[in-house]
């Protein structure tokens, strides 16, 4: 029994160190699976599963739970059946962990898996659950992650404020631990919030910066991630070959990773600026490359508006439709105001496309009053974070203040002084607040003052639009009793075949001349504006039939001299008008009927020509 005791107590000394060397493998393929997750994400999610194998041999419960959520922060962005597998396994496990606050960190990856599913309200719930885990617990590193995530959703959700408030927390926990990757990550994020308030130079600037720190530090991923937030920075900045340049340097170098969202996200990104420079073609045969699905609801949702655009654009609307459908109901769930704005922008094109006015007329007025709450939500939002950002340089401060205090009592004197300092800073960056606070103002009235402008003129010719020109019409039939009111509705002849023969930008220089030429002949009282396309209305106040008809033959003969010669050659632009005069009880809509019945008439007579809804009521001899 003695030799056996023996025998059993030198095996299990000769046993300890390869356990212990067991342990420190799996804890060093965790430690090193963290870091690759921003650098590479499939070395990370092979650190992780041999970490596993370990934890096979020599089970340790707080290792297992660390090294299944490392894996569920891969799958949440390729498998969401997978993430929710670790999620279960890892919950499984928290009962007999040591370290209670990994609970936190499970309640953040199952935050993470909810909002990439693009329910947003649970994702928060999961997260403020996961904050206050890590807060009873006093877990720095698992607070971190968990308010850098919440105030991610925050911002997506127009929550500016709150999400600068918890990122920049997040930032100086991670300063704090001594982990400089996930403190450079959450520089993105704070970039992110200054994109999504409209403050793009300031973003752009934040994205160059972190995006050369993690260029330098081979976090790759991040970099990919950071490429396509700077691409869309300077979209907004109207930089589009730079912008093209950063979402394919995403694409390229999320492909070199095998990390498919990064590369989707730089595919949609080039498609958006293919989109904005006219090439729906191109645009969807960028979106047609997209690989295998992604778990990303916001991601799935801007490719349907990409593709809805691209589609709008070749007036192949009931696809558009569709696909715009499918992103208005994501935006909509996710609360995306920006994204919901243009959405609804690009509905009311089509449906005015396929001739429905009333609902095209809807979809405009939602688009607009979503972009006046993104607006007013943008300006709050940043006097809100710049009151962060205060109450933040404040508490440091005042940190810094008792920490000297502290350590030199018998200093009092000097250390009343650096507070009378401090009070006087903090009046002159209040003073600053108020003046901020009042250039904002004044940029939310001019702001407001512009959108009503561009609300009533069209963006491509700077002529009254379809809205203004019609409720100019309907003031002059209300004021109309004993003079009637004219109407002519102008339509460019086959002007289908110059924009196929001559690309859409020609086109819209010929809609730029042409708009040029009948503002300069068509004189007040008498307002022109576009209807939509290639047709303009021309509201005559006071005007009767004959005098209607004189005026639209004067502009169909000044038409053919406007100089297209640079662009089109010897071809000359033609229009066809028709006219319509109103009578008793007419309305817009009647009015508008007689006049577009006027003007097939005038294209079935061969086009070049104007005609009336009453044709014997003109004395033909005159005209």
């Known amino acids: 029994m003695l030799c056996g005791f023996a025998a059993w107590w030198l095996a299990t000394l000769l046993c300890l160190p390869a356990r212990a060397a067991d342990e420190e493998s799996a804890l060093a393929l965790i430690e090193r699976g963290t870091i690759a997750m921003r650098a590479n994400p499939d070395e990370s999610e092979q650190d992780a599963e041999r970490a596993l194998e370990v934890i096979l041999r020599h089970p340790d419960v707080d290792l297992e739970i660390r090294a299944r959520l490392l894996l569920c922060d891969y799958y949440s962005e390729r498998d969401v059946k997978a993430a929710q597998q670790q999620i279960d396994a890892a919950d499984a496990l928290l009962p007999r962990a040591q370290r209670k606050s990994l609970r936190?960190?499970?309640?953040?990856?199952?935050?993470?898996?909810?909002?990439?599913?693009?329910?947003?309200?649970?994702?928060?719930?999961?997260?403020?659950?996961?904050?206050?885990?890590?807060?009873?617990?006093?877990?720095?590193?698992?607070?971190?992650?968990?308010?850098?995530?919440?105030?991610?959703?925050?911002?997506?959700?127009g929550e500016y404020a709150s999400g600068m408030s918890d990122v920049r927390r997040s930032q100086e926990l991670f300063e704090r631990i001594h982990m400089p990757q996930h403190a450079l990550t959450v520089l993105n994020t704070i970039a992110t919030i200054y994109n999504k308030m409209?403050?793009?130079?300031?973003?752009?600037?934040?994205?160059e910066r972190a995006r050369s720190q993690q260029h330098d530090a081979g976090l790759r991923r991040d970099e990919a991630v950071t490429l396509?937030?700077?691409?869309?920075?300077?979209?907004?900045?109207?930089?589009?070959?730079?912008?093209?340049?950063?979402?394919?340097?995403?694409?390229?170098?999320?492909?070199?990773?095998?990390?498919?969202?990064?590369?989707?996200?730089?595919?949609?990104?080039?498609?958006?600026?293919?989109?904005?420079?006219?090439?729906?073609?191109?645009?969807?045969r960028l979106l047609a490359q997209e690989g295998p699905e992604i778990p990303d609801a916001r991601l799935n949702a801007q490719i349907q508006l990409a593709r809805g655009t691209a589609l709008g654009t070749l007036q192949r609307n009931s696809e558009a439709l569709a696909a715009l459908g499918l992103s208005m109901a994501s935006f909509k769930q996710a609360n995306s105001l920006e994204e919901l704005g243009t959405t609804y922008g690009e509905l009311a094109t089509v449906e005015a496309q396929m001739g429905d006015w009333?609902?095209?007329?809807?979809?405009?007025?939602?688009?607009?009053?979503?972009?006046?709450?993104?607006?007013?939500?943008?300006?709050?939002?940043?006097?809100?974070?710049?009151k962060v950002e205060?109450?933040?340089?404040?508490?440091?401060?005042?940190?810094?203040?008792?920490?000297?205090?502290?350590?030199?009592?018998?200093?009092?004197?000097?250390?009343e002084r650096r507070a009378s300092a401090l009070q006087t800073a903090v009046i002159l960056l209040s003073l600053l607040l108020l003046v901020l606070l009042t250039v904002l103002v004044l940029r939310q009235r001019r702001g407001a003052r512009r959108m009503q402008e561009l609300a009533m003129t069209d963006e491509l010719t700077g002529a009254p639009n379809r809205r203004a020109v019609l409720n100019y019409l309907d003031e002059q039939l209300q004021r109309a009793e004993a003079t009637p009111c004219s109407i002519l509705v102008i339509d460019i002849d086959r002007f289908k075949n110059i924009n196929d023969e001559y690309?859409?930008?020609?086109?819209?220089?010929?809609?730029?001349?042409v708009t040029a030429q009948l503002r300069r002949a068509a004189v007040e009282p008498a307002l022109?504006?576009?209807?939509?396309?290639?047709?303009?209305?021309?509201?005559?106040?006071?005007?009767?039939?004959?005098?209607?008809?004189?005026?639209?033959?004067?502009?169909?003969?000044?038409?053919?001299?406007?100089?297209?010669?640079?662009?089109?050659?010897?071809?000359?632009?033609?229009?066809?008008?028709?006219?319509a005069t109103s009578?008793?009880?007419?309305?817009?809509?009647?009015?508008?009927?007689?006049a577009d019945a006027a003007l097939y008439t005038a294209k079935r007579a061969g086009r070049n020509c104007v005609r009336s809804g009453i044709e014997s009521d003109i004395d033909t001899a005159t005209v």
């Not at 409209?198 to 994205?207: L, N, R, T």
């Open 583 to 594: 009578s008793a009880g007419d309305t817009v809509s009647t009015l508008l009927r007689r």
């Open 198 to 207: 409209g403050d793009y130079p300031q973003a752009a600037q934040i994205y």
């Open 358 to 386: 009333q609902t095209a007329y809807k979809y405009r007025s939602e688009a607009q009053a979503t972009s006046e709450t993104l607006l007013h939500n943008q300006l709050d939002q940043r006097f809100a974070t710049l």
């Open 503 to 513: 690309g859409h930008p020609i086109g819209d220089v010929t809609l730029q001349l």
């Open 228 to 284: 396509y937030n700077l691409g869309r920075a300077r979209q907004k900045l109207g930089q589009w070959d730079a912008a093209r340049a950063s979402f394919s340097g995403c694409r390229v170098l999320s492909h070199e990773i095998n990390f498919a969202r990064g590369e989707a996200y730089g595919l949609l990104g080039l498609a958006s600026v293919d989109n904005a420079n006219g090439d729906p073609s191109g645009a969807l």
């Open 390 to 415: 205060f109450d933040t340089a404040t508490k440091e401060k005042e940190n810094m203040l008792l920490v000297r205090q502290n350590a030199a009592t018998e200093a009092e004197l000097v250390q």
């Open 104 to 157: 936190a960190g499970v309640l953040t990856c199952r935050g993470e898996t909810l909002q990439s599913a693009g329910d947003i309200e649970q994702a928060k719930t999961a997260f403020d659950e996961a904050i206050a885990v890590a807060t009873a617990a006093n877990d720095e590193q698992m607070l971190a992650d968990a308010l850098f995530k919440r105030g991610y959703v925050h911002a997506l959700q």
């Open 528 to 579: 022109l504006g576009r209807l939509g396309g290639e047709e303009f209305v021309v509201v005559l106040p006071t005007t009767e039939l004959h005098d209607a008809h004189l005026i639209a033959e004067r502009l169909r003969a000044q038409v053919p001299s406007v100089d297209l010669s640079s662009w089109l050659g010897d071809r000359r632009i033609t229009v066809s008008i028709g006219v």
